[in-house]
């Protein structure tokens, strides 16, 4: 089966240049400062954000002059096709827990909570992949909901080549296992900084450029797709003045 | 748990507001909070269920897995029981923190599910049989975890379906299993002897049902009660640091039973007006 059919449509239909259907909601949950959930497609994640607040546990953790970000990443044990027997602690979750900081790190304003700390907690319900992908995303909604001051929204977004020229944006599950490079981009969309990037398999450096252009799109894309959202919510939630945003 | 804190005042507020039978959020002794229910919300899972109750919120994924029965137990599947605090719920459980509170859950659970028959489970005696392990995510924590879990699972395992299998004998006794592919093809567990949980604490002198966080907090000691359909019990369970006297024990008993038999049946309503939906209904989510 070929990544891409001669009509120029993807397994799921999809045509390479498209995302998967997101729907998110802001503040799904009252505990924490902030809370979102996010569906990209059938990929599923809660995202959590507690904080600023004093550092807990040891207070040599703490830095002068900025935030101390914590993240973790955790996986449901039924969020994948085999049942995992972790949801946390193996390799891979301790990955994404370092590269779920780096991106997070891009955007917060740490400068103006130091000696104090922030927690990131993002757990995956359902995994169809992209799940970096849609946890950033998620994180960038919560922390937004919980008011922290962000440089700018951080999204992230992954990218592949089928067939060896066709680039395609935001990969499934299906697409990652059928073969195919991965790309993984989180980025600053507005003034296009990368944050992280990372890659599965290695491609023709030819490639490369025109693979990063599509994931940076896909970043624009979706980043204009969580912006409404996040009007939307702040508009329902009155805390949102569409008069003083026009002028 | 959840770590809240109260002041001696607050206390004593929620202690007189259960002495006159009016708890704080308007609530009598014997009312439970507003609950949502939707099943079949993870699709990676064979069966699932979310349930939340007012601030508690429960996730819970059945998965269905072929393995090998016990030697003590050859004619009968295995059902296991995994309990998750996820971080988001409270910092507290990052890491490794939730792990005691988990443990503790899962154990009093596979206890209380004793009656659960597992035999339908089995496929070929001493050679293979289901596995169904019972993931639950803790995903926010608003008090009594036992009750809200135990409905969660309940309608975890209606949902849930164990795919046909088709198997022929082999040479050496060893038998060739083939698991239908077809996703109708699939049959549904019974779970008319599945208990629910009931939690009764202890303020003051009088039992409340479903306790707030804030009223665990008040709280000397709970009853937990796992109750079948029919009225049986099938465990009981007292948590917390108080003593309760016998006496108040027993009562509290019978009342959990009452309790437990109308939770039940309003499960058991609440699920099937779902299922009469039709595969077509409309799916929230965490959505809405």
Redesign the interface.
Known sequence: MDLISDQGLRVDGRRAGELRRI?C?LG?????DG?A?L?QG?T?V???V?GPHQI?GSRTKALQDSVVI?C?Y?M??????E?KKR???DRRSTEMTMLLKQAVSAVIKAELYPRSQI?V?L?V????GGNYCACVNAATLALIDAGIPLREYVVACTASLANGKVPLVDISHLEETMGGPNLTVAALPLSGQIAVMEMSQRFHIDHLEEVTQLALQGCRDIYKILDKAVKEHLLETGDFFPQLESN | MASVLLNDAEKTFILHGVEVDLRCDGRRRGDYRPMELETDVVSTASGSARLRLANTDILVGVKTEIDVPYPENPEEGKLEFFVDCSANATPAFEGRGGEDLANEISSRLSRAYQSLPLAPLCIVPKQACWKLYVDILILECGGNFYDAISLAVKAALFNTRVPQVTGSFLDGGSVDLEVSDDPFQCWRLDITKAPVLVTLSKIGDNCVVDPTAEEETCSVASIVVAVLDSGSLTAVIKIGEGSVHEQTLIETIKTAQKIGVELNSSLMTALNQEESLGPKRQRFGFLK
């Open positions: 729907r909601k799904v949950y009252d505990q924490p809370s959930y569906e059938h599923k809660l995202a959590a507690y807990r914590n973790q955790s449901a044990t039924f969020s994948t096709g049942r949801p946390r602690g927690d907690f757990e319900l359902q995994a169809d």
